[in-house]
């Protein structure tokens, strides 16, 4: 029952998702010398799970708060998941970033917020009115997963638009685990 509950409501999400996005967000990507990936608590996993499919895709990825996160500057791409757009950490990563001349993109539930506002591009999973508070999926479990799927779906897009073999991404997984 519950599972059926967060399928339906995911799907419902991305489903009012623009559908040109894994489009946008590739050439984006692409476009980027280096790429940061940000987010506080549960976007922050996220973040880390789409760090490491960029990086399995050949791209230069880090994550902003890793000890061996290089200095981010001009041509660099800072891309924030946040579900409000108002995360005081992201916003201070944000206003850093662009001072170094680095491009901004948020991830977001909203078009508008203080990060969308800075932001060369805003990616808004769903429509606002879509999460309100849901039975079983508390404190952002829509847009994290949401989002999660959203990520994904651009992976293989990428995957698929590039031609990478799951073969050449092994090479590229850990192998020190």
Known sequence: MHQQLIFDKISGILKATDDS??????????????IFVAGAGRSGLVARFFAMRLMHGGYEVFVVGEIVTPSIRQGDLLLVISGSGETETMIAFAKRAKELGADLALISTKSSSTLGDMSKVVFQIGTPELYG????????TTFELSTLVFLEATISHVIHEKGIPEEEMRTRHANLE
Do not use: N
Request: charged share 25%; net charge positive; glycine share 14%.
């Open 21 to 34: 996005y894994d489009k946008s967000l590739t050439a984006l990507l692409d476009g980027a010398k280096r």
């Open 133 to 140: 508070k849901v039975v079983g999926m508390p404190m952002g």
